[in-house]
């Protein structure tokens, strides 16, 4: 194949932008059309494969079903109020159970009613509800005819949630004392309202120094440098390598010892790793504990853990170290919900946060009793959890804050899809389909990675200049770093082969690395892009062997 149109002058200009920004070049690179014939319409003869973003290809049937089947029900209730050519009134609690049972034996045929039935069944069994309140809840909130009260989160949707994450990020062994969740519109933006609010009460300041694990989701990366925050950042460098020379994504120990220094505020990580995809070994998270106990106790932990669903037995930092750690997750990609918009803040009563907005300077103080005195008279006692739901609405408006109702709802059926057995076989096949994609991929490609039982496998990020001194020997790699940018390989793909990659450098890994998404195309497009991208390697390779002519 000849190479890239693009001279090395342009790429480097364009290496600039983000990686998702960077992305859209390359569709526009993979999507370039010809015409056939003068004056004939053009078109594009071959099919673009963007394995560039995250958003899968799958979704969560079942609970959807048993959410529109709600839907049913809780008209029939707004109408048993008040009927009136297209209006209808609010559902009443009383007596809501009972009416829900009836309903389901009325309408055994509609679908998705017997998985809502298993929920609510499950539900009040296990978290001991009362039956009215919580059909209720259900039905007012499928409707959405009122604000969300409390604001931070339905209280029966909160304890579901709850659960959940005990199951999910906790692995069934949730740790001591109570965690409080806000609900909020999808993982983003609980980043969002994290990051602002830790420097609207102090906590953190502009130039401070924080940590980010890398390679790590480009946001975390972005959001730091912004003239906001300033802050100075510190990399934990994921940069061991097997003995075969293959790169394992893992961190060494000096790694993780970066953070026992107490200049540093607070680290970030995604757990399992965007784009490596792995979740925290067990010597890290003993390492984290060690530190927090001895060098650093204040060190504030931000933990991004969407994609543990798809490691067996995950357990999150948050359930080692709850008092130092802020649990970030999102439905989005273990149900195919990114278009719900559905995430969560947790953070355990007992933490570090509230005892450091306590411990603030006078002046400190009384700006934040100023910034929270229209809410409460004891704007100290305001905890941070609330103060996050106060501040994502400028405080002025905490009283219409919160996530919107039918969202809460959804989130309530996809968690108590997920206690079912229903859920947990659901959880096997899509785990079962990214590692499908992924031995698909490596078929293709020709390439090895690290065997790791704690793969999430959703995305996978190759180190193509480590598999250039693997294959070839350090001369081959030293060729590639010499006359080509980092970037070089995904405009020869983007333009030859129509396949759209991110580069790996983005996420603060290896320049040379690739990010390549294993939820969102279909199972044999991997073999198809591996085999495009030992092809473009092969086509260096022979670039590198008529230079040594």
Not at 392 to 418: C, E
Not at 517 to 527: F, T, V
Request: hydrophobic share 40%; aromatic share 10%.
């Amino acid at each position: 194949m000849p190479k890239t149109t693009f001279t090395r002058a342009e790429i480097q200009s364009f290496a600039q932008l983000s990686p998702f920004e960077l992305k859209d070049k390359f569709i526009q690179i993979a999507q370039a059309v010809q015409a056939d014939k003068p004056g004939q319409k053009e078109t594009s003869s071959v099919q673009m494969l963007n394995a560039g973003r995250g958003n899968p290809n799958w979704i969560a049937t079942g609970p959807r079903e048993a959410f529109y089947a709600l839907g049913y029900f809780a008209l029939a209730e707004s109408r048993r109020v008040w009927t009136a050519d297209d209006l209808g009134g609010m559902p009443e609690k009383r007596g809501s159970g009972a009416r829900f049972d009836t309903f389901v034996r009325q309408h055994p045929d509609l679908p998705g009613i017997e998985l809502l039935q298993k929920c609510v069944e499950y539900a009040v069994k296990r978290f001991g509800f009362d039956r009215d309140d919580f059909v209720h809840e259900l039905t007012d909130s499928s409707v959405g005819d009122n604000y969300p009260v409390p604001d931070r989160m339905l209280t029966h949707a909160e304890r579901i949630v709850r659960g959940y994450i005990a199951d999910e990020m906790f692995d069934h062994k949730p740790p001591p004392g109570n965690l409080s969740l806000f609900a909020t519109e999808g993982g983003t933006a609980a980043m969002c309202y994290i990051f602002d609010s830790l420097m609207k009460n102090g906590v953190l300041h502009k130039g401070d120094k924080i940590a980010l694990m890398v390679p790590v989701f480009t946001p975390y990366v972005e959001i730091p440098e912004l003239d906001t925050y300033e802050f100075d950042v510190a990399y934990v460098e994921a940069s061991m390598f097997a003995e075969a020379g293959v790169r394992e994504w893992r961190y060494p120990e000096e790694e993780v010892a970066k953070l026992a220094d107490p200049d540093i505020k607070m680290v970030c990580l995604v757990n399992p790793s965007n784009p490596p995809s792995l979740a925290l070994s067990r010597r890290v998270a003993d390492q984290l504990q060690q530190i927090v106990a001895t060098s650093n106790p204040n060190l504030l932990i931000v933990t991004d853990d969407v994609y543990g669903t798809f490691v067996e037995g995950f357990r999150s930092v948050a359930a080692d170290l709850p008092r130092n750690t802020l649990l970030v997750y999102s439905y989005s990609k273990h149900y195919g919900a990114t278009g719900w918009r559905l995430g969560v803040i947790g953070l355990n009563d007992d933490n570090v946060i509230d005892e450091l907005i306590a411990a603030l300077p006078q002046p400190e103080k009384d700006r934040l009793a100023k910034r929270y005195g229209t809410l409460t008279l004891e704007p100290e006692k305001i905890r941070f959890i609330d103060r996050l739901v106060a501040d994502s609405r400028q405080v002025a408006l905490n009283h219409t804050s919160g996530l919107s109702l039918p969202q809460q709802t959804m989130m309530v059926l996809f968690s108590l899809f997920d206690m079912l057995d229903e859920g947990q076989a659901y959880k096997l096949r899509i785990r079962a389909i990214v590692r499908q994609r992924l031995e698909l991929l490596l078929e293709g490609a020709g390439m090895k990675i690290s065997d790791d039982p704690h793969r999430a496998a959703y995305y996978i990020e190759l180190d193509l200049l480590a598999e250039a001194e693997r294959t070839h020997g350090k001369d081959f790699a030293d060729f590639l770093e010499k006359n080509y940018e980092p970037v070089d390989p995904l405009f020869r793909l983007a333009e030859q082969t129509h396949v759209v990659l991110l580069n790996g450098g983005g996420f603060e890994g290896p320049e040379w690395s690739v990010r390549v998404s294993l939820a969102n195309l279909d199972d044999l497009d991997y073999l198809k892009i591996g085999h495009h991208l030992r092809s473009i390697f092969n086509d260096y390779a022979s670039e590198w062997e008529a230079s040594k002519a």
